[in-house]
């Protein structure tokens, strides 16, 4: 649905909702090298400055979180997310007793 490029320009993330993950696409080779799960209905996807975090977005702000990672919340417009309209939080693994119902959040 949405993309960025490594610094290199060599990879592509891309977001996609129909299985809840970010594709990694080696842009060269046209294959998918990697998939990475997410939360549900990935959006956005943007890399820190230094090209060594990847930050997704959720459609879906009541989600309970099935991943854990850092994930960030915005608007869908563009210059909202510029001008700062957006929360970042980090989902902890749950403890192995409720690894699948209770995530932690912090």
């Known amino acids: 649905e949405m993309f ?3 610094k290199d320009e ?7 909702e129909e299985n809840s993950t970010v594709q990694v696409i ?3 080779d046209k294959i998918i090298i990697h998939e990475i ?5 990935p959006e956005g996807v943007m890399l820190s400055p230094d090209g060594a975090t990847l930050y997704v977005t959720s459609e879906i702000a009541d989600m309970v979180p099935d991943a854990p990672g850092i994930w960030l919340f915005h608007c ?3 210059d909202h997310m510029e001008a700062g309209m957006m929360a ?3 989902v902890l693994p749950a403890p192995a007793a409720t690894a699948d119902t209770n995530q932690r959040t912090r």
């Open 4 to 6: 960025v490029l490594s």
């Open 26 to 28: 080696d842009i060269a």
């Open 88 to 90: 970042r939080y980090e």
């Open 37 to 41: 799960p997410t939360g549900a209905e």
């Open 10 to 16: 060599k990879l592509s993330y891309v977001s996609n």
């Open 76 to 78: 869908h417009l563009d």
